[in-house]
């Protein structure tokens, strides 16, 4: 059971429709996230959070994160899908997480 303290952020459920080649744009949250969850309705979506950590080398590495909006996307504008934080990306069931932070997905996965 997860318990909110008084005056924690919490986001109202979002739902999305993308057409065909459809993003969202790169944004920064306001608050830390407890949880996200992606529900992909056609299998071939992808996410990519270029600020995530993906082990304990990289946790240690940068314990402060950025501080404002502003630094967030500046930061994030230098990383690259696929290089620096984890992307999630419709794929083969038989490509699974691998050390540059991409994570296959694929239809009936949940």
Known sequence: KVRLSV???CED??????????????????NDRVLTV?????????????????????MNHNMM??????????LANECEPGINGLLLSGNSRNNYANRD?????????A
């Open 13 to 30: 459920l979002q739902v999305l429709n993308y057409d065909e080649g459809g993003q969202y744009i790169l944004h920064h949250d306001a």
């Open 38 to 58: 992606l529900y992909y309705l056609n299998g071939v979506g992808g996410t990519w959070f270029p600020l995530a950590r993906r082990d304990e080398q990289e």
């Open 65 to 74: 994160g950025p501080r404002t909006r502003e630094e967030a996307l500046a």
């Open 101 to 109: 932070g991409t994570v296959g997905i694929d239809a009936g996965d």
């Open 7 to 9: 005056g924690a952020g």
